[in-house]
C-alpha cells in the first residue's frame, strides 16, 4: 500500500518504498522516544488531515486507514487508562431538623445499585440535635449519625478519614481503603456565624486533604434563613471563606484548593411567586419557570465569585419545607413556599483542566462530571430532603505508590511481640509520633486499632531501607482472625500505608515449646 504526498502545489500516490515518511525503521520508531521520532509522527497525521477528503472515494485506502486509526486510538486509550484514574465520588446534604436518623440509608448512599460503586462518600448534615447533653455526650462517644453511617459503610470497604462537628453542622469523608494511603494533609476547620458569630447553630464546617497530589476542599454550610435575608447569606459565605485558613503553607486559604465542593442548607428561595403558583408549578414539573426567581441563580449573574460555582439542572421538586412524616408541602399556618434550599455546588481550578497543544501531555490534570443530581423524597423523618451529587472525576496520579509500605508476614503467632517491616520512600518525613497499628479488616476509622506501637520508640533495626518496629503481644485479641497494619503519619494527618490483610493465630504452646519447636519466638 502507498501514501499520498505533496509535490509542490499537488498530492501524487506514492508507494511505500519511494516515501520518505515511512524509509526509517518501524520497529526502531515505535520505541523510540526521542523528539524526532514524535516529529515525524505529528508531519504524518498533519500530512493525513489535509489528504482525508481527496481519497474519500478510494474505499481500500480509507479502510485500511480506517483500521490504522483503530489500533492507534485503542493504543492509546490503553495507555491513558494506565495514567489516569477514574474515581467516584458521591456528596449527600441533608438538614435533619434534629431527627433520629432511620434505620435504612441505602438508597441515600446509593447502595441497591451493584453498579454504583463509590470510591468515596462525602456527607453533610445539619441540624443535628444539639442540645447541652447530646453534644456533650457525643464529643465522648458516637454521634447516631456518624455511629449508623459507620456501622453501614465499614463492613462494605470503607474508611471513615475524618470528621467534623460544630454544634448542629457535620461532615464526614469516607473512603475505600485502597485510596486512603494516598489522602494526606488532612485538616478541618469551622467557622460560626450565629448571633454576629457566637454560636455555631448557622455557619460553615470544612474538610480539606490531599488525595493523589491534589488538594480538595469540602465545605458544608448552613445560612440564614427566610426570604428577606438574602444579603445576609451572601455576608455570611463570604465570612466563611475568609475565615477558612489551614495550618498549610501550600493551601493557606480554601479558595487555594484545586477543587472545592461547596453545599448544604444553604437557604436560598424563590422570589415574587406566590404559594398557589408555586404549587401549581410542581405538580406540572415546570420547574424551569421557578429556576428564574431562584435567588441564588438570580445573583450568581452578577456575582463573580459565585459565578466560578458550577451547579447541575435543579430536575427535582424543591426539597423544603414538608411536613413530617410526609410528602406534602407545609400545611402548618405558616404555609411556608416551598424552595431549593438544600444545595450542591462545585468550583473546580480550570487550569487543571487545560490541554497543551501538539498533543504534549499535561503535567497536571483532573476532570469533574456530574453524573446525578437528584433528591430522595422517601425519606420523611426532616422538613427538608436530602439531596445528592454523584461526580465522576479523571486525574493524572501524582503519587504512583504509598509513602511507606507495609511488609507483613503470610501469619503471624501470637502471643509472642511480633516484629513488623516496612521501607518508606525517600521523601517522607517521619516524626517521633508516627505510629503503627494493628487493625481488624473491618476499619472504622482511621485510628480504630486494637494495638499499636511508636515507630520511634520501637524500632528494632533499619538497614538498607528496610526498618523493622516490634508490636507488644499485649494488646493482641485472643480469639485471633484477619487483620491488617497501618502506619500513620503526624505530620500529615494520615495513614500512608495499609498492609494486605494476614492471618493472626493464637498458640497454647508454652514459651519453651515453642521456641524448640519453631526456633522463632516472634514470628514465621
Not at 506514492?14 to 516529529?39: F, I, K
Request: hydrophobic share 35%; with cysteine.
Amino acid at each position: 500500500m502507498g501514501r499520498l504526498m505533496e509535490r509542490g502545489d499537488s498530492l501524487c500516490f506514492l508507494p511505500d518504498s519511494e516515501n520518505p515518511l515511512l524509509s526509517w525503521d518501524h520497529s526502531a520508531s515505535v520505541s523510540s522516544t526521542s523528539s524526532v521520532g514524535r516529529g515525524l509522527l505529528q508531519q504524518q497525521v498533519t500530512q493525513l488531515l489535509t489528504c482525508v477528503e481527496d481519497i474519500s472515494s478510494d474505499e481500500e485506502i480509507h479502510e485500511e486507514m480506517a483500521r490504522t486509526l483503530d489500533k492507534a486510538f485503542l493504543l492509546w486509550r490503553k495507555k491513558l487508562k494506565e495514567k489516569y484514574l477514574q474515581f467516584r465520588m458521591h456528596v449527600v446534604t441533608w438538614n435533619v431538623a434534629t431527627a433520629a436518623p432511620p434505620t435504612n440509608l441505602n438508597e441515600l448512599l446509593l447502595l441497591n445499585n451493584e453498579c454504583e460503586n463509590m470510591d468515596m462518600y462525602v456527607i453533610g448534615l445539619q441540624e443535628m440535635k444539639s442540645g447541652i447533653i447530646n453534644y456533650i455526650s457525643e464529643l465522648a462517644f458516637e454521634d447516631p449519625w456518624s455511629k449508623l453511617l459507620m456501622d453501614v459503610l465499614a463492613p462494605l470497604g470503607y474508611i471513615k478519614v475524618t470528621s467534623i462537628r460544630m454544634q448542629g453542622l457535620l461532615l464526614l469523608v469516607f473512603a475505600r481503603r485502597l485510596h486512603v494511603p494516598f489522602i494526606s494533609d488532612i485538616y478541618t476547620n469551622y467557622t460560626r456565624t450565629g448571633l454576629y458569630g457566637y454560636w455555631g447553630n448557622k455557619g460553615g464546617v470544612s474538610i480539606s486533604f490531599r488525595i493523589y497530589g491534589y488538594a480538595i476542599c469540602f465545605l458544608n454550610c448552613h445560612l440564614p434563613a427566610h426570604l428577606t435575608n438574602n444579603d445576609q447569606r451572601l455576608i455570611d459565605f463570604d465570612k466563611i471563606l475568609e475565615m477558612q485558613n489551614f495550618e498549610n503553607d501550600n493551601i493557606p486559604n480554601i479558595l487555594d484548593n484545586d477543587l472545592i465542593v461547596w453545599f448544604g442548607d444553604l437557604n436560598f428561595r424563590i422570589e415574587e411567586f406566590g404559594l398557589c403558583f408555586i404549587h401549581e408549578s410542581i405538580q406540572k414539573g415546570l420547574y424551569s419557570i421557578l429556576w428564574h426567581k431562584d435567588q441564588l441563580n438570580i445573583i450568581k449573574k452578577s456575582d463573580s465569585l459565585l459565578q466560578q460555582f458550577q451547579e447541575g439542572p435543579l430536575l427535582f421538586k424543591p426539597t423544603f419545607k414538608f411536613d413530617i412524616n410526609s410528602e406534602e408541602y407545609d400545611s402548618s399556618e405558616k404555609r411556608r413556599k416551598p424552595a431549593w434550599t438544600d444545595r450542591i455546588l462545585w468550583r473546580l481550578n480550570q487550569k487543571l483542566q487545560n490541554t497543551s497543544k501538539n498533543f504534549k501531555e499535561p503535567e497536571r490534570f483532573f476532570s469533574l462530571e456530574l453524573k446525578c443530581y437528584q433528591s430522595h423524597m422517601q425519606y420523611k423523618v426532616s422538613d427538608h430532603k436530602p439531596v445528592t451529587g454523584t461526580f465522576e472525576l479523571e486525574l493524572k496520579s501524582l503519587m504512583l505508590t504509598p509513602l511507606v509500605t507495609l511488609i507483613p508476614e503470610g501469619r503471624w503467632i501470637t502471643p509472642y511481640d511480633l516484629v513488623v517491616s516496612y521501607n518508606r520512600s525517600p521523601d517522607f518525613k517521619s516524626s517521633s509520633w508516627d505510629w503503627i497499628g494493628l487493625h481488624k479488616v473491618v476499619i472504622r476509622h482511621l485510628k480504630d486499632c486494637v494495638t499499636y506501637a511508636w515507630v520511634k520508640d520501637n524500632l528494632v533495626s533499619s538497614e538498607k531501607g528496610l526498618y523493622q518496629v516490634y508490636i507488644n503481644a499485649s494488646g493482641f485479641p485472643e480469639e485471633g482472625g484477619e487483620f491488617l497494619l497501618s502506619y500513620y503519619s503526624s505530620n500529615l494527618k494520615a495513614i500512608v500505608g495499609l498492609s494486605e490483610p494476614f492471618q493472626l493465630c493464637r498458640n497454647n504452646l508454652s514459651p519453651e515449646d515453642w521456641r524448640e519447636k519453631k526456633g522463632d519466638p516472634l514470628m514465621y
